[in-house]
């Protein structure tokens, strides 16, 4: 005698078809920053993306809308290091500085961060104040991407200020101030590809003036 046993449906493993999307996502982002940091933001051209992606105009669109919203997804790659949903602040770099109880380590540690971060973001923000000149979408954007960074260095000087580690004389906002001043694409611009200091140098003077400015 023999059992009528129904067999057990397979779940759907969507991982595999997920991690295609995220590498056609990742090579769709960096095609186009690199476009846009060699050719500009008015001559980079979705289909010139696509060509360089090895994809379809369309999967461009339907995945980030416009040229301007592809802009912006090159930007946010360049501060994360990935296509990824988590912003920087959630990342375990972030988290590592924040925990960190030295505040001149603290510093270091963002030096280094900057040092790795600023190479991709610099030529892109670059290419940002040049589009939003006749783009108000783009300036728009460079204005938005500017605000977090201040947004963000008001939380680092607030960690600074609760563990007392701020100078006589410098407030929480000063030292927001600062660190937003030092921390600028444009000056790893100026340092760097106008006067050819290495990433490292950089991000080591960065660092030291911080401290010299800031701490006790």
Not at 79 to 94: S, V
Not at 108 to 114: S, V
């Amino acid at each position: 005698m023999t059992e009528n046993v129904k067999p057990v449906p397979r779940r759907y493993d969507a991982s595999g078809r997920q991690a295609r999307a995220r590498r056609t996502r990742e090579q769709i982002v960096a095609a186009a920053g690199a476009l846009f940091e060699r050719d500009g933001y008015a001559s980079t051209t979705i289909a010139a993306v696509a060509r360089e992606a090895n994809v379809s105009p369309e999967t461009i669109y339907k995945g980030f809308g416009s040229k301007g919203a592809l802009l912006g997804a090159a930007v946010s790659s360049s501060i994360r290091g990935d296509t990824e949903a988590a912003t920087l602040r959630r990342r375990p770099a972030i988290a590592a500085i924040r925990d960190e109880p030295d505040p001149r380590r603290q510093l270091e540690m963002y030096g280094r961060l900057l040092a790795e971060i600023n190479p991709r973001l610099a030529p892109l923000v670059r290419v940002m104040r040049e589009a939003g000149s006749a783009d108000p979408e783009i300036a728009d954007m460079l204005a938005r991407l500017n605000a977090d960074r201040l947004d963000g260095m008001r939380e680092f000087a607030g960690v600074l200020a609760t563990r007392d580690a701020l100078r006589a004389g410098v407030s929480r906002r000063q030292a927001a101030d600062v660190l937003w001043t030092l921390n600028s694409p444009e000056l790893y611009e100026l340092l760097v590809l106008g006067r050819g200091w290495s990433a490292r140098r950089y991000g080591e003077w960065v660092a030291r003036q911080l401290a010299a400015a800031l701490l006790h």
